[in-house]
């Protein structure tokens, strides 16, 4: 069962950038996956990145959000720039149950611990 380690939340201002390193157990090729969830909200997809490299961006962070993958150290990043306030979430790494596909979010996938991201002023 894959593991992971999450790191690189905090609490930032308005406008201000975090990157978030999520590091598996073990080498995947399976796609990665970022979620959040914020208090009193839905559960949200907000990044993938395959194996290969291809990458996939919800709408809210699109242009804001860079994803990025290590292989050689088993690691996936989430670059967050120009941070608001509606970003403020637990943010999760998330892979797949199976397959090699972007994870569904559901609760047989393999989630990290996850990792608290603030945004305020």
């Known amino acids: 069962q894959l593991h992971f380690v999450e790191s690189g939340g905090g609490l930032v201002q308005p406008g201000g950038s975090l990157r978030l390193s999520c590091t598996t157990s073990e080498f995947t090729y399976s796609a990665i996956g970022w979620f959040r969830q914020a208090p009193g909200r839905e559960r949200e997809g907000v990044s993938c990145?395959?194996?290969?490299?291809?990458?996939v961006y919800a709408r809210s962070v699109k242009g804001r959000f860079t994803v990025s993958r290590d292989n050689a150290n088993n690691t996936v990043y989430l670059q967050m720039d120009s941070l608001k306030p509606e970003d403020t979430a637990v943010y999760y790494c998330?892979?797949?149950?199976?397959?090699?596909?972007?994870?569904?979010?559901?609760?047989?996938?393999?989630w990290g611990q996850g990792t608290q991201v603030t945004v305020s002023s």
């Open positions: 990145i395959g194996s290969n490299g291809a990458t």
């Open positions: 998330v892979a797949p149950s199976s397959g090699r596909s972007c994870p569904t979010g559901s609760e047989n996938d393999y």
